[in-house]
């Protein structure tokens, strides 16, 4: 059976993810301190440990530095206040492979936790990050891609958008809101020169950047399968 870690020390977030976890047929281990889910987690074999930011004793942050600090190579799923951006990306920094915001909603959190599962163990850094979009496939550390037009390399800005996207899976996303990410979530982006690569500063920007997403790795460009369009910006779903 699958064994899952959960520390989170809100009682009723705890327990809705739990119950909801053990109906997917998970083995969930809860725990609502910090000290006590850093030596559970650095002494069990667990498959995956979803991990709150804010807590007693060691917060997310600790825990999740301990896990990769000792080599653990499960994946780590954080949660984190929706205003949060630094946490956001504090987390995805030190070792995390996702996050989830709260308020959330459980089919997506679920959705999270399988796709986590299926992906398999992290080697961090030295894992390569592969987004496979039906029978195309991108590195997200590298921009190498198979696309509909052959074998290419993406360039910075649309490397940074799909990086963004896709570590908001499944939600439906402003425009300006994509935009906040790029800025706050990403280093300045390059494309192989010493010049920085502008980065998307306005929605028409964005839009031009996500069909150029849609027609590399859309079967169909004009009905995306990926890249969805939502009032007033995107969903990725992949």
Do not use: C
């Amino acid at each position: 059976m699958t064994r899952l870690l959960l520390v989170e020390d809100d009682r009723l977030i705890g327990e809705m993810v739990r119950l909801n976890l053990q109906q997917q047929g998970y083995d969930v281990t809860w725990l609502a301190d910090g000290s006590a889910g850093r030596q559970a987690l650095l002494g069990g074999a667990f498959d995956l440990a979803v991990v709150d930011v804010s807590l007693p004793g060691d917060s997310g942050f600790e825990i999740t530095r301990a896990a990769r600090s000792a080599g653990l190579v499960l994946p780590i799923l954080i949660l984190t206040a929706r205003s949060d951006t630094a946490s956001k990306v504090t987390g995805l920094d030190i070792g995390a492979d996702d996050y989830v915001t709260k308020p959330f909603d459980v089919p997506e959190f679920l959705a999270r936790v399988r796709a986590l599962l299926r992906r398999g163990p992290t080697n961090g850094e030295d894992a390569p990050r592969l987004l496979q979009l039906g029978p195309l496939e991108v590195d997200l550390d590298t921009g190498a891609a198979t696309t509909r037009r052959g074998r290419e390399v993406l360039d910075a800005p649309s490397r940074a958008v799909l990086e963004v996207l896709t570590r908001m899976r499944g939600q439906d996303l402003q425009a300006t809101q994509i935009l906040e990410e790029l800025q706050s979530s990403t280093g300045p982006a390059t494309d192989g020169t010493d010049a920085p690569a502008p980065l998307p500063t306005s929605p028409e920007a964005l839009r031009d950047l996500v069909q150029g997403l849609r027609e590399r790795f859309e079967p169909d460009p004009e009905r995306p399968r990926h890249f969805l369009p939502v009032p007033g910006g995107y969903r990725f779903e992949g």
